[in-house]
């Protein structure tokens, strides 16, 4: 019982540390992002997104699951930090080379050979992103959130916000990014090493089911990565560099709520997820807790966003980059399904089931692949509709296999599901009331957005036994004493706070 609450208060530590350092992200990639997009354009924007690509994909073979590995590992010594870098230096090493030879080949696949140089120097930055992982698991394994986040946010802001805005408006286009990119790497290698010193000796052999692990850990990150860019990867090829940069540019202004509200709680609720693998009834708990607040947070806010995305889009980006509104409002429609993917990802892996995790990713998949080779002839706008449907199938896959991993019945996930359903219709419909009085712009959205927090709060005050997780209230009451925030969110719904609780 000592055990649990220390792991807990940790927890919760850790959660908060994290929050607190992805809203600040937030605001930083905002900030960054927008001039940048600005200075760029969607011709270089494309050019780098589809240079960048490799970065991610070259990162998920490199790493080879091992940092995940680390962390979930009970136990770990020396010697399994030694492997782990031995493996991830020669894996990424041979990356590198391999996408310097390859080059000249996807540039012309890309039907752009001006990208050449920017993917050569884009393989040279996969061994430091690689690396740099290591150290940062097992600062995450300790919960060291803090350190984490300031290493994280401090690299981003000097490299992307000094160095690439830099060189951005010194006329430098798509290399700005790319070196921003690199320089990021290099800071979150030495940042993260200084405040966790492991060994620096590398070694091949040693525990083979840490290898194991990692290596399927790799598979499903693999398929994770491909579910979320290949679409970007068929995009520059079917569709040119053009369209890439405005597709990427609305998917990461509508990812960035989802960052904050639920990729922060990832590292948090893997760490501790894997610490309580074993007492199924509290990780059962646990988790519809996690999924009822997550997608109340999210569903109706990614429901109003998108519903006002051309006032959105022209007021922060202006008028070059009008068409990646209807883009914004697909990417939108697809966040409440990745939002559970981004929850019940990480919980498999915490409870062993890579496996499964990586069986779930394949039918979204191949739903994205062919729906986007079918549909190549329409506009983007319509065609990139097949996101929001593999995202669909691939959540649902994702939910009914941690389900039967830790023994969830299908009416409870429904029953922490279903609140955040009603309010997302109340957002549609609020939206849709206010767009029809006040036409597209800021004030509908602002109205829009207040009428939704009110009737909201209200239906979940007035029926909050019926729709809200009893683990949740649990939660919220024993939070409430040492966090201002749960302690309103009591406050709204009612709720006493209870240390017992």
Same mark, same amino acid.
């Given at each position: 019982?000592?055990? =649990? ?69 009970? =136990?770990?010594? !020396? ?10 230096? @020669? ?21 752009? =050979? ?40 401090? &690299?981003?802001?000097?490299?992307? &916000? ?43 052999? &040693? ?20 579910? !979320? ?46 610490? $309580? ?26 429901? @109003?966003?998108g519903m006002h995305a051309q ?17 914004? #409002? ?26 499964? =995790? ?21 506009? $983007? ?7 929001v449907a593999a995202a669909v ?8 296999? $941690? ?24 957002? /549609? ?5 206010? /767009? ?35 683990? /949740?209230?649990?939660?919220?009451? #024993? ?20 240390? !017992?609780?």
């Open positions: 019982m000592a055990a =649990e609450a220390s792991l807990a208060r940790r927890s919760w530590q850790a959660l908060r540390w994290s929050y607190a350092g992805a809203l600040v992200r937030l605001l930083a990639q905002l900030v960054i992002q927008l001039a940048m997009a600005r200075l760029l354009g969607p011709q270089a924007y494309g050019q780098a997104a589809a240079a960048l690509l490799v970065i991610g994909v070259g990162w998920l073979f490199a790493d080879a699951g091992l940092g995940n590995a680390l962390v979930q590992k009970p =136990e770990i010594s !020396e010697r399994d930090v030694s492997q782990a870098l031995g493996w991830v230096l @020669l894996v990424s090493l041979l990356l590198a080379a391999v996408v310097a030879l390859a080059a000249p080949w996807l540039a012309r696949w890309w039907g752009d =050979e001006s990208l050449t140089p920017l993917l050569r120097v884009c393989g040279l930055w996969i061994p430091l992103q690689a690396l740099s992982n290591l150290p940062a698991s097992l600062m995450q394994r300790r919960l060291d959130m803090r350190r984490l986040q300031w290493i994280q946010i401090g &690299g981003y802001v000097v490299t992307y &916000g000094g160095l690439g805005l830099l060189m951005a408006a010194a006329g430098w286009g798509a290399w700005a990014l790319v070196a921003a990119a690199g320089a990021h790497g290099a800071w979150c290698l030495v940042g993260c090493w200084l405040f966790e010193r492991h060994t620096l000796r590398p070694r091949l052999t &040693g525990d083979a089911a840490l290898r194991r692990f990692g290596l399927g850990v790799a598979a499903s990150n693999l398929a994770n990565w491909a579910i !979320e860019n290949l679409d970007r990867v068929l995009i520059g090829r079917l569709w040119g560099a053009p369209p890439l940069g405005e597709y990427v540019v609305a998917g990461n202004l509508a990812r960035a709520p989802l960052n904050l509200l639920v990729t922060s709680a990832q590292s948090v609720a893997f760490a501790s997820a894997a610490r $309580l693998q074993d007492d199924l009834v509290a990780l059962r708990q646990g988790t519809l807790a996690l999924l009822c607040l997550a997608m109340l947070l999210s569903a109706p806010l990614f429901a @109003l966003l006032a959105l889009v022209q007021l922060l980006y202006g008028p070059r980059w009008a068409g990646a509104a209807p883009l914004f #409002a697909v990417a939108c429609a697809a966040l409440p399904a990745l939002t559970l993917v981004a929850l019940t990802g990480p919980l498999l892996r915490a409870v062993g089931a890579v496996r499964a =995790e990586l069986q779930a990713q394949w039918p979204g998949l191949l739903l994205l692949l062919g729906g986007l080779w079918w549909l190549q002839q329409l506009p $983007l706008a319509q065609a990139a509709w097949v996101a199938l691939r959540a649902l896959f994702c939910v009914a296999g $941690l389900a039967r991993r830790i023994g969830l019945a299908g009416r409870d996930v429904a029953a922490a599901l279903w609140p955040a359903l009603l309010l997302t219709g109340l957002a /549609l419909m609020a939206s849709a009331l206010c /767009l029809r009085m006040l036409g597209s712009g800021l004030p509908a959205l602002a109205l829009a957005c207040a009428l939704t927090l009110l009737l909201g709060v209200g239906l979940l005050r007035w029926r909050r036994a019926a729709l809200l997780q009893p683990a /949740l209230r649990r939660l919220l009451q #024993a939070r409430a004493v040492l966090s201002p925030a749960a302690a309103r969110a009591c406050a709204a719904l009612g709720w006493q706070p209870s240390p !017992e609780a």
